[in-house]
């Protein structure tokens, strides 16, 4: 039997991406493994829902660190330790330099919800209403040192309806999360996923079977 796709989830809060990768890829008989989720924060439900799924757990806090760089460092050091082939951010509020994404080179992937370059930050859907636009959707991208600043693998998007609360819109755009997030793992996991070497921002995708 080969090996399974090893991958490390950070989040920071509920972690209903979480769920969503501990209910397909990683219990559906596939071969693709979370091996360890990290907290960035001490009381994120998430912690639970990987504990329940029998999956070790770390929490790595920046209270604990003189500055970002320490934090990256000791992080890095801990993910290392799992031999990663991806580590995906699934509702990680924190920033990563490249003292963490230089040990992962091409190997982080993170969610966001909105259609990136749109809306970048911790607010993307009060900030999408706000704004009025019609549509707004979920990217998942490679991580880099600019924050949503990577290039997309997956786009989709989510069309915001007139009345739409945050709560309606979150609702919806996170049934498409949950689609996106195993989607991307898999194709990342079937080695289908490049990006080009000269052209950095161009990603492709080839043809195969889990799209
Ligand atoms: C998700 O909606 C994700 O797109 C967002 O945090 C939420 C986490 O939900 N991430 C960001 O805004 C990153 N800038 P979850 O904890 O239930 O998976």
């Known amino acids: 039997m080969s090996s399974p796709f090893r991958v490390v989830v950070l989040i920071s809060g509920t972690g209903t991406n979480l769920q969503r990768l501990i209910d397909t890829v990683h219990v559906g008989g596939e071969p693709i493994e979370i091996v360890r989720v990290v907290s960035s924060r001490e009381d994120a439900a998430g912690l639970q829902r990987a504990e329940d799924a029998g999956i070790p757990t770390a929490v790595v806090l920046q209270s604990d660190h003189p500055d970002r760089a320490a934090r990256d460092a000791a992080l890095a050091d801990m993910v290392e330790e799992e031999r990663p082939d991806l580590v995906v951010l699934a509702g990680w509020m924190s920033i990563l330099t490249g003292t963490f994404l230089d040990r992962f080179p091409d190997r982080v992937i993170n969610l966001h919800p909105s259609m990136l370059p749109a809306f970048p930050g911790m607010h993307a859907i009060e900030e999408a209403l706000a704004w009025g636009v019609r ?19 997956l786009q ?15 609702a919806r755009i996170r ?34 079977t889990s799209q």
Do not use: C, K, N
């Open 175 to 208: 049934e498409v999360e949950h689609r996106l997030v195993p989607r991307v793992v898999r194709l990342m996991a079937e080695g289908r996923v490049q990006r080009d070497p000269v052209h950095r921002r161009r990603v492709s995708i080839s043809e195969g």
């Open 156 to 170: 989709e998007p989510v069309e915001v309806l007139y009345g739409d609360s945050a709560e309606s819109l979150t």
């Open 135 to 153: 549509w707004t959707g979920v990217t998942v991208h490679f991580v880099e040192e600019q924050v949503d600043g990577g290039p997309p693998i």
